[in-house]
Structures are given as C-alpha cells and as structure tokens.
C-alpha cells in the first residue's frame, strides 16, 4: 500500500526531506501489507496506478497548512492522492495528522487540544472502550461530511471517523508506535484494507 511521508527540514544542509519511522513498515508487516513509501512530489499520484496500489496510507507528523503547518506540499500531495484513491475506490486510511486531514477536506473545522500529546488515554469506541496513544494538538468534536465517528475520547475530541461508502476511515492514534503490535489494530487495518487471513 502507498504510506505518504512526513516533511523535515534539514536546514544546515538547506535540504527539505521525506521520511517514515521504519516502525511503520514492520506494523504493515504484521498486517501482511508491505509499505511503499511515496515522496511529496505531484509524481506521487501516477504511483497509485503504476505501483497497482491497494489502498493508501495518510501517516502521522506536519501539521496541516491550514493550521500553520509548513510543509504545503504534502497536503497538495496527500489531496491528490486522496481524491484519486477515492474516485478508484481504493481505501484510504488516516492516523493522526492523516485523520485531520480528512476532516479538514469533508469540511470539518479543527482546534487546538489540550491534554492529547504525548499521553495515553480511553477511547469509547463501538466495541467498548479501550486504552491508547495520544501525539496530537489539533483535534474535532464532530465529523464532516460522510465521515461519522466512530471512536470519542472522555473530553469530547474525536479519536476515530469512517465513510464505509467511500472506504474511507481514520483514526488518531499511533498503531505503529506500539511495542507489539495491537490485535485491534491489525484487524482494524486487515479489514479496512481487504487483506485476507494469515499468520503472523
């Protein structure tokens, strides 16, 4: 599946870099998908078909521009990508900054929260609640569009959304930054994205 890329600034070589924790590829790993990184450049899109891509995968990091993020050209990336994904009906899933950003495209407004970074707290979800991660400053009270919550933290944020119609769900927590891998989480991935059952 295509992982999109955090941006960092390497200012004492005057170089803007693309990067992803390796951490991602071994929780891909053990949902038996493999990561195909894609750098922030317009080029990014024609992988979606060239690399036979079967979904896509909006990481975590730079704020959004719109919030005063300094790295535009991974939200003019990740809108394309997105938009393309979505007109393939390929599934598109969001963590963290990724999840904001789908928010902010279905017109959900975001604000600063406290409380949320660096920590780990309850989330209400579905299935009943359960403990995770938390690194995030910006946050939702409500969905947009056909983004419906699905998961809620105790102080009203919005901690997960999914749209079943158009395959496409987010969710602010960080899988990959377990020590072991959550079985939540690798089944939440393994569904939304289709994968068939294997071992581990």
């Known amino acids: 599946m295509l992982v999109t890329q955090n941006v960092v600034v390497d ?10 924790d390796q951490a991602w590829a071994e929780f891909l790993a ?8 894609v750098p922030n450049h317009p080029a990014a899109v024609d992988l979606l078909t060239a690399a036979n891509a079967g979904g896509l995968l909006l990481t975590g990091g730079n704020d ?17 990508l997105v938009a393309a994904a979505i007109e393939r009906g390929l599934p598109v899933l969001g963590v963290c900054r990724g ?15 406290t409380g949320h970074v660096a920590t ?7 299935e009943g609640p359960r403990m995770v991660n938390s690194f995030h ?3 939702a009270r409500a969905g947009a569009g056909p983004l419906r919550v699905t998961a809620r933290a105790a102080d009203g944020v919005v901690e997960a959304v ?11 927590w960080h899988p990959e930054r377990n ?13 939304h994205l289709g994968v068939g059952s294997c071992a581990r």
Request: charged letters at 25%; one cysteine or more; aromatic letters at 6%.
């Open 30 to 37: 053990a949902c038996g998908l493999l990561a195909v990184p």
């Open 120 to 126: 780990e707290h309850v989330v209400e979800t579905g």
């Open 99 to 113: 999840m904001q950003f789908l928010l902010h495209r279905f017109g959900a407004t975001l604000e600063p929260v």
């Open 162 to 172: 999914a749209a079943p119609e158009l395959r496409v769900a987010g969710l602010m």
């Open 64 to 80: 959004l521009a719109a919030y005063g993020g300094s790295a535009p050209e991974r939200d003019a990336v990740e809108a394309c």
């Open 179 to 191: 020590a072991v891998a959550d079985a939540r989480d690798v089944a939440l991935f393994r569904d």
């Open 137 to 139: 400053r910006w946050g």
């Open 11 to 20: 200012h004492t070589r005057g170089e803007r870099r693309d990067t992803l």
